[in-house]
């Protein structure tokens, strides 16, 4: 995705800007507190951080754009338009490589918070955090999975996670090793599983 440098419609900028505020720590001594910067100067800032590049600033912007456009005073007429950019913003940070973004939009999509219910969406964010080898990804893969079919990428993804150490991931690879559903996946597969049920005490 490739952000466009143009500018957002006015009650756009305005929503985003009612978004951001400055909280300044109490001074210890009696020197005035600094003035906090104006609302729509540090929306500003921030939307020409995200459109330059940086996927903080993008990730921060595509929330708060997708908690705005849940509200209740969002006017409908740009309910769908924010929805967009702040999905777009988000998409920009995950694209980059920004952990935290693709774990945002994997829950969003999976929970409807904010953004329209799609599984398949979710496991692509999934995807991408499995590859970098987060074991919650890999477990909630594995959920996915099993909530139709368990099939060999499931069960892939199930292994993957106990063998990261993730709690239920281990639980539920080692009960289904016994009942013999899953089976080693190479010839070395039976001392690998020795050596993770000894590491993590289970019988």
């Known amino acids: ?26 001074r210890a001594d009696s020197s005035p ?8 100067t540090e929306a500003a800032n921030l939307r020409r951080r995200a459109l330059a590049g940086d996927p903080v600033a993008a990730m921060r912007l595509g929330e708060s754009l997708l908690d705005r456009a ?13 929805t967009t950019d702040g999905e777009g913003f988000l998409a920009f940070a995950a694209q980059a490589g920004h952990v935290p973004a693709m774990w945002a939009l994997a829950e969003r999509h999976q929970t409807g ?4 219910v ?10 991408q955090l499995a590859k970098t080898g987060d074991p919650e990804a890999h477990w909630r893969l594995y959920v996915m999975s099993s909530e139709k079919l368990l099939d060999q990428e499931g069960i892939h993804h199930l292994r993957l996670a106990a063998q990261a150490g993730h709690g239920h991931g281990l639980k539920i690879y080692f009960e289904r090793l016994e009942q013999g559903d899953v089976l080693p996946d190479d ?5 690998r599983d020795l050596a993770l049920a000894r590491t993590h005490n289970i019988p």
């Open 118 to 127: 799609s599984p398949e969406r979710a496991r692509t964010w999934l995807l």
């Open 187 to 191: 010839p070395d597969g039976g001392l």
């Open 70 to 82: 849940e509200q209740n005073k969002m006017p409908e007429t740009l309910r769908a338009k924010v």
């Open 33 to 40: 507190e600094p003035v906090a910067a104006d609302p729509q």
């Open 113 to 116: 918070r904010g953004l329209p």
């Open 1 to 26: 995705m490739t952000i466009k440098p143009t500018m957002l419609a006015p009650a756009l900028f305005v929503a985003m800007c009612s978004l951001l505020t400055v909280c300044w720590p109490t």
